[in-house]
C-alpha cells in the first residue's frame, strides 16, 4: 500500500481501493458526487431522457444553474429510478471501502439533501453505523424559483395570477449542505479501540469554536484568495476541521473522489497521510496543481498563527 500514500492518482477508486491493505484507513473524508445531475461527471443513473442536464432560458450565463437537474417535461416514471441508480453506484464503492477501514474509523461523506440518504444506505448496508448527520452552513447559496403569477399571466390566466400573487415554484434558498458521519463498528468497548486502533474519539480541544465545544452545525467559509478550480469545491479550512476532529498526525485519510484536491491539500497541511482518486483528467491536473502550489501557503499559515 505504500505506494499508494501521499499520492492523488489518477483513475477509478473501483479499481484502486482493493489495493489498500486491510484495517489500514483512519478516516474517509470526501465530497462524493451527489447524483443530481450538476454536470457530466455527476450523471449517475441510466434514465436517457434527452432534456437531462439540458438548459432552460434561465439559466444562459449563471454559473450556479448551468445544468438541469431534472428533465424538461417533469418527473415521470424513469425518473423516480435517479435515486435507485444512486444507491447502486455507492454500494460499488461502499463495499470495497468497508474491509479497509479500521475499526471505529470515522467516515465524512458529503452530499445532497435529496441524496445523501441513499449513500447511507449503501454505506450502512456495506456494515458502516450512522453517528450523525452534520450541517455545514454556507454563506450564501444559489437560488432561483419562479413567480407563479407570471407563469399564469403567461397563459392569459389573470384571475388564478391574482390569487397566486407572492406565490413561487421552487425550493427555498439552500444555504446548507448535509454530511453524513458514519463509523466502522470495533469490539469490546470504544476506549478499547481508541486504545488498540487509534481511532474512535474526538479531538475536542483542537476543535473549539470560540472557546466552546463544537457543535453538528459547522459554519466554515472560504478563505481570502482560496483558489477556486472545482464548481462543487469545499473550503480547505472545513476539511481540516474534520481531519483535526478524527484523527492523529501522520494518520491515513481517504478520499477516493478528491476532485479539486482539497483534502490531500488539509492532510499535508496537517502532516496527515493521504490517498486519494480523481477518475476526471482535468480535475486530476487541476488537483496535483493546488497540492504543489498552495501546501506550502498553508504550513506557513498554520505556523504562523501557532507562533502568535
Not at 483528467?281 to 487541476?286: A, M, T, V
Request: with cysteine; proline share 4%.
Amino acid at each position: 500500500m505504500d505506494i499508494l500514500l501521499d499520492q492523488i492518482i489518477e483513475g477509478n477508486c473501483i479499481d484502486w481501493l482493493p489495493k489498500i491493505s486491510p484495517e489500514s484507513v483512519h478516516l474517509f473524508l470526501s465530497d462524493i458526487p451527489y447524483g443530481i445531475g450538476l454536470d457530466d461527471w455527476d450523471v449517475l443513473h441510466n434514465n436517457t431522457n434527452s432534456a437531462y442536464l439540458g438548459q432552460s432560458p434561465a439559466q444562459h450565463g449563471k454559473s450556479g444553474f448551468k445544468r438541469r437537474g431534472k428533465p424538461i417535461r417533469g418527473w415521470n416514471a424513469a425518473d423516480r429510478n435517479i435515486v435507485r441508480d444512486y444507491q447502486k453506484w455507492c454500494d460499488q464503492w461502499a463495499q470495497l471501502v468497508y474491509p479497509i477501514m479500521k475499526k471505529g474509523a470515522s467516515l465524512f461523506v458529503f452530499g445532497a439533501r435529496r441524496t445523501i440518504h441513499r449513500a447511507i444506505i449503501a454505506l450502512e448496508d456495506a456494515g458502516f453505523l450512522l453517528r450523525d448527520v452534520l450541517i455545514w452552513k454556507k454563506d450564501s447559496a444559489h437560488h432561483r424559483s419562479q413567480r407563479l403569477e407570471i407563469v399564469l399571466n403567461r397563459r392569459g390566466e389573470e384571475e388564478l395570477a391574482e390569487k397566486w400573487q407572492g406565490w413561487r415554484i421552487g425550493n427555498l434558498a439552500p444555504i446548507y449542505e448535509p454530511i453524513a458521519w458514519l463509523f466502522k463498528p470495533y469490539d469490546h468497548t470504544i476506549t478499547d479501540n481508541i486504545i488498540e486502533n487509534e481511532v474512535g474519539g474526538m479531538n475536542v480541544a483542537e476543535c473549539l469554536i470560540n472557546g466552546k465545544s463544537p457543535t453538528n452545525v459547522l459554519d466554515i467559509d472560504f478563505r481570502a484568495n482560496e483558489t477556486r478550480v472545482h464548481e462543487a469545491q469545499k473550503p480547505v479550512a472545513l476539511m481540516e476541521y474534520l481531519i483535526r476532529l478524527t484523527t492523529l498526525e501522520n494518520q491515513i485519510v481517504l478520499d477516493p473522489f478528491i476532485g479539486s484536491g482539497t483534502t490531500a491539500i488539509a492532510c499535508r497541511s496537517l502532516n496527515r497521510r493521504f490517498i486519494g482518486f480523481e477518475i476526471n483528467e482535468s480535475y486530476y491536473r487541476n488537483a496535483l496543481h493546488r497540492l504543489e502550489t498552495e501546501t506550502r501557503q498553508l504550513r506557513f499559515l498554520h505556523e504562523s498563527t501557532q507562533h502568535d
